[in-house]
């Protein structure tokens, strides 16, 4: 007899249906696994047969055939244990193979039998809600996150007998008060006070602009001067996450934890890994189960590389294709795993090897040459596609002392401001596929409905024809014109502006 059932084989974010046949027939007791197992899949012989035993629920002393289908699908993990049990389970007849034939089934078996919490629920249970299937069998641990995929079923248990009496296995019951309180805690990301900032109006004002139009920003400084604390201040300038994006960021972050999410993600994540990354931990990969990076895991949020000079040159340039489409693509032979990218960068850099290149408080010990091969890390094409280039300056012993009388700008205020030039944004690109300026295509921009008058565009097309920037950062200064615009409440750029969006650009020049 053979017995159907399926699971989910996710290469990246997108997951593919699985077919799991099971077939009991005559020869040498064996358990054979066929269809392009991994490693990791291929022991779930042994793994499957050992929590049978210690379940209650021995598997047949028989020859044991089980296919994943289509064959040529490469299968990764542990994920398809539960379903490999139960259709072995089912062509025995120790449970309906009716009632396993339309459920998919999700989780690794621990050798007594339990089910263990699995990366991947999220991202595996969407894609095979989108194929049509709404009743899923998940590890107790999964359940909070199984459950954030709306209009679909879930049937959480806590071991392979309790998911064997579901589909009507006649085991002694096992009491399932353990499932309400099974799987950890989710963190909460700090969010910190942007009226802790002293002096730097330019990098404030520069921070608030890149939160409201989705900018990316490159900010330059010698140590002390707050580049890093003004980078942390971003994700607390951003509006909370829309269904959709949360529901992205979620499944990324469920991918690449080892803690499982036990709510929806509702805040943009902020990533910052060392300069020491490689090109794989930065952008995603691995040998056969293509894990996502920091890039992948900023998407919707802010990924912040301090020291940026410091990394690989190879590496950062990993990130100039994800700038651009918004999606990071990682080719193997055999498939090619795609994850969101879609995030705001924010790098910071010293301005030389010693780091106190123009510091009034300080004597740079480094050579013309040595500062600009220190600089030249990080190449034009990357730099080109940084909207916002300002300088980050140390505060001054009166800024101190005169910041103690002065109003600050605070995170909830500045975040007000934030959505409301983002509401601007929306309601003006209505008709448009954007709803970013950040997003908008310079063509738009140049000769669209919304072009801007030759008379404020003056300063803007000076520098062009004088080399200071090129077209590319001609339509990056339009696009932080009109994000300005949106903060000041105004209907469309003018030269003042222009002149402010010229200048974030350029300043670190």
């Not at 049509?132 to 998940?138: A, D, H, M, N, P």
């Not at 909070?144 to 002694?172: C, Q, T």
């Not at 994000?483 to 350029?506: E, K, W």
Request: hydrophobic share 45%; proline share 6%.
């Amino acid at each position: 007899m053979v017995a159907r059932t399926h699971s989910v084989a996710l290469m990246g974010m997108t997951g593919s249906m699985v077919e799991v046949e099971a077939d009991i027939g005559n020869g040498l007791p064996t358990l054979m696994i066929i269809g392009l197992p991994d490693t990791a899949l291929a022991d779930s012989r042994d793994r499957v047969r050992s929590a049978a035993a210690n379940s209650g629920c021995p598997l047949p002393t028989a020859k044991i055939t089980v296919n994943l289908s289509p064959a040529a699908l490469p299968k990764h993990g542990s994920t398809f244990d539960l379903g490999i049990a139960m259709s072995i389970l089912a062509a025995a007849g120790s449970i309906s193979a009716s009632s396993i034939e339309g459920v998919v089934h999700l989780g690794e078996l621990s050798l007594d039998g339990r089910l263990r919490p699995m990366n991947g629920v999220l991202p595996a249970i969407a894609a095979a809600a989108r194929a049509g299937f709404t009743k899923f069998v998940v590890p107790a641990g999964n359940r909070r996150e199984a459950e954030l995929v709306p209009g679909v079923v879930i049937v959480p248990v806590i071991s392979m007998r309790d998911a064997a009496i579901f589909h009507g296995g006649a085991f002694e019951h096992i009491d399932r008060d353990a499932i309400e309180s099974s799987g950890a805690a989710d963190d909460l990301e700090p969010v910190h006070e942007l009226a802790d900032v002293i002096g730097n109006p330019d990098a404030v004002l520069a921070m608030v602009a890149a939160a409201a139009g989705g900018h990316h920003v490159f900010l330059l400084g010698p140590p002390g001067a707050g580049k890093t604390m003004l980078a942390s201040r971003l994700p607390g300038l951003l509006p909370d996450l829309g269904t959709e994006a949360a529901l992205e960021v979620t499944a990324v972050r469920s991918l690449s934890r080892a803690s499982v999410p036990q709510a929806l993600v509702t805040r943009p994540p902020f990533e910052s890994p060392h300069h020491t990354a490689t090109a794989a931990a930065l952008i995603g990969g691995g040998s056969r189960q293509i894990r996502p990076g920091a890039a992948a895991r900023a998407s919707n949020g802010v990924l912040f590389l301090d020291e940026a000079p410091e990394f690989a040159t190879n590496v950062l340039d990993c990130l100039r294709q994800p700038l651009e489409s918004g999606v990071i693509s990682i080719h193997r032979a055999n498939a090619v795993a795609r994850f969101p990218g879609r995030f705001q960068l924010v790098l910071a850099a010293n301005p030389c090897p010693c780091g106190q290149y123009g510091a009034i408080d300080s004597t740079c010990t480094c050579t013309p040459n040595t500062r600009r091969r220190y600089l030249a890390r990080l190449s034009g094409p990357l730099l080109d596609r940084i909207d916002i280039q300002v300088q980050v300056r140390r505060v001054t012993a009166a800024e101190l002392r005169l910041s103690a009388d002065k109003q600050r700008l605070t995170t909830e205020l500045a975040r007000g401001q934030v959505n409301q030039a983002r509401v601007a944004a929306a309601d003006r690109l209505t008709s448009t596929p954007w709803r970013l300026n950040s997003e908008v295509s310079g063509a738009w921009l140049r000769a669209g409905p919304r072009k801007l008058s030759p008379a404020a565009l003056t300063s803007l097309d000076r520098a062009l024809e004088r080399g200071g920037i090129t077209m590319r950062g001609y339509d990056r200064i339009l696009r932080v014109a009109w994000t300005l615009a949106d903060l000041d409440g105004f209907d469309h750029p003018g030269s003042d502006h222009i002149g402010r969006a010229l200048y974030l650009r350029r300043s670190v020049s």
